[in-house]
């Protein structure tokens, strides 16, 4: 029973290929099954995701590729370094635990649960803290998604603005293409690529989170998400080979396909956790708001 429902929601997904309909029954499927089939659910994880970005590659020229990193690489760094600082801060102002405010600094700068969970085992940091701050990004995400684009056509912004806005703005990959895609095509390239930029900046978090913790760990690029080097493979593959268009153009339908299921499954995932003290709700509320208004500031001022 509950198989088949995840299958009929998959093929629902696969034919709507609208990110908001693919979140809102992963949430609906979620509540349906509470715990059951949590196993494979937690197997899947966000492998369709992954594939469904690395395939966004062979869109993407080398030369699109290396100027929007070029470009913009520096703006990205400056964020995650910038946001990273000013969650550290705003957290000591809350007074909050330590290791709490590590895990929301890490996903509000670099990209969401997954720089959270790469980083909860070097603080060692407690289940119901991790599983926390898993909650409240997921429910920030999906905010995100779901008005971010409204409010980018609203304000009429230019697809590689919104692309840009997205990649700064929202933590998880997930919702950072999804957001794009909703606005254009080309919108969601450009934030796949410059939240793959910001996803690089894993490497040096871990290493100074083992610093600042004493961790004796090393750091090598296998801290890095493996779909990252698969995306710049296949940009290499796609751009050094001349490949039949019939492969471009069954890569970018699913590309689509596999975001929009795993942005099911992510949602599936989503567990309503008790929340004690009211300053854990507030902060990592209040760090992303300050976060999105300089984003928007500086999208819209620097790149007018």
């Not at 198989?3 to 093929?11: A, C, D, E, H, N």
């Not at 085992?121 to 926390?132: C, E, H």
């Given at each position: 029973m509950h198989?088949?429902?995840?299958?009929?929601?998959?093929?629902s997904v696969v034919f709507f290929q609208n990110p908001i309909i693919s979140l809102g029954l992963g949430l609906l499927v979620a509540f349906i099954l509470k715990d059951n089939l949590k196993k494979f659910i937690l197997y899947i994880g966000s492998i369709p995701l992954q594939i469904g970005i690395v395939l966004i590659g062979f869109s993407i020229s080398f030369n699109t590729f290396s100027n929007l990193l070029i470009n913009y690489f520096p703006i990205i760094s400056i964020y995650v370094v910038t946001t990273f600082l000013l969650g550290l801060f705003i957290g000591k102002l809350f007074n909050l635990d330590k290791k709490f405010i590590y895990l929301i600094s890490s996903a509000t700068a670099i990209c969401g649960a997954t720089a959270a969970l790469a980083i909860s085992?070097?603080?060692?940091?407690?289940?119901?803290?991790?599983?926390?701050a898993v909650f409240i990004i997921f429910v920030m995400?999906?905010?995100?998604?779901?008005?971010?684009?409204?409010?980018?056509?609203?304000?009429?912004?230019?697809?590689?603005?919104?692309?840009?806005?997205?990649?700064l703005a929202i933590h998880d990959t997930a919702s950072v293409v999804g957001s794009g895609l909703l606005f254009s095509e080309e919108a969601g390239e450009t934030a796949?690529?410059?939240k793959v930029g910001r996803t690089i900046w894993m490497i040096p978090l871990i290493a100074l989170i083992a610093y600042l913790e004493?961790?004796?760990?090393?750091?090598?690029?296998?801290?890095?998400?493996k779909f990252i080097i698969w995306f710049f493979l296949v940009i290499a593959i796609s751009n050094?080979?001349?490949l039949p268009i019939q492969i471009y153009d069954i890569s970018k339908l699913l590309s689509i396909v596999f975001i929009n299921i795993g942005i099911f499954f992510i949602a599936l995932q989503s567990k309503i956790q008790q929340i004690n003290n009211l300053d854990t709700l507030i902060y990592p509320i209040l760090l992303w708001v300050i976060v999105v208004l300089i984003s928007f500031l500086a999208v819209t001022i620097l790149f007018s």
């Open positions: 198989k088949l429902l995840i299958t009929i929601s998959i093929i085992s070097i603080i060692k940091a407690k289940p119901n803290q991790i599983s926390l995400n999906t905010i995100a998604l779901v008005l971010f684009p409204v409010v980018g056509k609203f304000l009429d912004l230019t697809d590689m603005q919104f692309g840009l806005f997205s990649a796949a690529i410059l004493n961790e004796k760990r090393s750091v090598t690029f296998n801290d890095l998400p050094i080979f001349t």
